[in-house]
């Protein structure tokens, strides 16, 4: 799903972030089709050969050539960046260009199996930090830059913290998923770099709620429905990024480690992500059809629903991260055998299809 996000939001938001039309865009729109079509192809035979599933979701047959197009993909998008017009680049073709690069990055990452447990905790870790936590959060993050602006009709308060936002999540949020390996066999200055640099996160975070907040106390156009999911969408970004900043803390993370609630932070990044783009389409379908958007009782249902659906699933799966890694601790530091299961559970989601799976459609 983060493949066909990308390049639907690099090829509608670079051109009108660049100033200027697609360099070469015949060739730049056959190999979004085919990062599309390799995808598409992914997604079939991983349901009707799961044997050939890797590990991490990528049918082998098709890795190395998704690797190959998607190269090509990211090639023409810094020819397009090059030559842009505007004196600097947007905050959101910055957070798409990044999601871009890291996904690619995630594509690399995995193509063997390991051995050594260490090596598949290390590989495992890599992997969803560049492709969830980087992959959907730049994705959420630029499409929250243009429609807190574009959507609302809103002036962006300040580049410069934009800009901080940007760098600190390029360079904080790769490394915040190998802490949740907490006594593990990772060595253990991995574990701390993650736990520190969790931590650091608040930085970013601030940056980014300080330029949100100012940028839309300036907007003209307030659609209900649209509004409120970017902000919903803001909210539940931001209580990610504290669970993580929380889960950092050295007296909590052998509660949370190995645990549901690294799920829940999954699934708070990618509900980010899905929540905004839902709020564009709902921008898209009227500014495309050239009237005035009306939104009926329906959207606001549909909306509320969402909302809803979300919350639960964030905030349960938290829950239960908890309550397991608290009687899981207790059950160990006590001597006695605990009944929760969550060290087979990490084992098995090394070896497991149905797991695989899971990940893979994330």
């Not at 090596?119 to 807190?148: A, E, K, R, W």
């Not at 999954?266 to 564009?280: C, D, E, M, P």
Request: aromatic share 18%; proline share 3%; net charge positive.
């Amino acid at each position: 799903m983060l493949s066909f996000l990308i390049v639907f939001l690099t090829v509608y938001l670079l051109p009108k972030t660049l100033g200027r039309k697609l360099i070469i865009f015949p060739i730049f729109f056959l190999t979004s089709l085919g990062v599309i079509g390799l995808e598409s192809l992914d997604l079939l035979l991983g349901v009707l050969f799961p044997d050939n599933f890797l590990f991490f979701g990528n049918t082998s047959f098709t890795l190395i050539f998704k690797i190959l197009i998607f190269f090509a993909f990211v090639g023409l998008t810094i020819l397009n960046i090059l030559a842009k017009k505007e004196a600097s680049l947007f905050v959101s073709s910055q957070y798409l260009f990044g999601a871009s690069i890291f996904y690619l990055i995630s594509l690399l990452i995995y193509r063997a199996d390991f051995v050594v447990f260490s090596d598949n905790f290390f590989i495992n870790s890599m992997y969803v930090s560049t492709h969830i936590y980087v992959g959907y959060s730049f994705v959420f993050l630029s499409l929250l830059h243009f429609m807190i602006t574009k959507g609302i009709n809103a002036t962006l308060y300040s580049k410069t913290l934009g800009s901080i936002g940007f760098w600190g999540f390029l360079f904080l949020i790769p490394w915040s998923n190998f802490k949740f390996y907490f006594g593990s066999v990772l060595p253990n200055w991995i574990e701390n770099i993650s736990l520190y640099l969790s931590i650091s996160l608040s930085l970013p975070l601030l940056a980014i709620a300080v330029n949100f907040f100012r940028t839309v106390s300036t907007r003209i156009d307030e659609n209900k429905v649209i509004y409120s999911l970017i902000s919903f969408s803001f909210g539940i970004f931001v209580i990610t990024n504290i669970f993580q900043i929380v889960s950092s803390l050295s007296n909590i993370i052998p509660i949370l480690s190995l645990t549901n609630f690294e799920i829940a932070i999954r699934y708070g990044y990618v509900f980010s992500a899905i929540l905004i783009t839902i709020s564009f389409v709902y921008y898209l379908i009227p500014k495309n059809l050239w009237k005035r958007s009306q939104f009926s009782r329906l959207e606001s249902l549909t909306s509320f629903l969402l909302k809803l659906v979300v919350s639960l699933t964030l905030f349960s799966n938290a829950l239960i991260g908890i309550i397991s890694g608290y009687s899981w601790n207790a059950g160990a530091n006590a001597g006695n055998p605990t009944i929760y299961g969550e060290g087979f559970g990490l084992l098995w989601s090394l070896i497991s299809t149905p797991l695989t799976l899971i990940c893979f459609y994330l």
